[in-house]
């Protein structure tokens, strides 16, 4: 297959370059897409992973309605930016998704979800990586079954969670270092919020 790669972080490239060992032909973007681009290549399949631009329905259309997208979060909880922190500052379910893109924001249908059980050892990095890795691994045992993927989709359930992004830059504000132990944030919040997460999450994101 042809397949178009999308991302902005470079932890992506890793599971790029196992597409292609697997006999593929990738292309990699992280620019913003163009609709003529996108039927003048014609994919049989987009993989977006780390991808900072939201595609519109006329891209999705060029891209013949078959991208999928890796995202760091248990659906539908904490979609949108910043996933891996709002499951820390929420304590909402951890996890990872591979889902179909369609013009609404990490609504679109699932395919593949795993959990991220991470301890309050874990540090706010070692989290990311954490779900990085769960990630790539979705992604990968998916991949196997990817003629199924039509079949295997399914809506979620309930509405979840959506945060900003900048609703995540003045929650790290607050963050001295990322190698900040998981149990260490959770007290630190509470103690701005008067022993609440969700009391401070409140007044940052009203102030």
Known sequence: MKILCLYNNDCAIELFDWIEEQGHEIVLSSEELDVK?????QFDLAVSYTYRYILSAQIIHALNNNVVNLHNSFLPFNRGADPNLWSIVEE????????Y??????????????????????????????????????FMEAFNNYDFWPALKKKAI???????????????????????????????????????????VWEVLVT
């Open 158 to 200: 309930g509405y979840g969670s959506y945060h900003a992004l900048k609703d995540g830059i003045k929650i790290k504000s607050h963050i001295k270092s990322y190698e900040i132990k998981i149990k260490e944030l959770k007290k630190m919040l509470q103690n701005w919020g008067g022993g609440s997460n969700q009391s401070f």
């Open 37 to 41: 681009w996108c039927e003048k290549y």
């Open 92 to 99: 909402t379910p951890r996890g990872v998704t591979l889902h």
């Open 101 to 138: 893109i369609d013009d609404s924001l990490d609504k679109g249908f699932i395919i593949a979800q795993a959990f991220v059980n991470d301890t309050d050892e874990e540090t706010f990095s070692s989290s990311y990586y954490n779900l990085d890795k769960a990630a790539k691994k979705l």
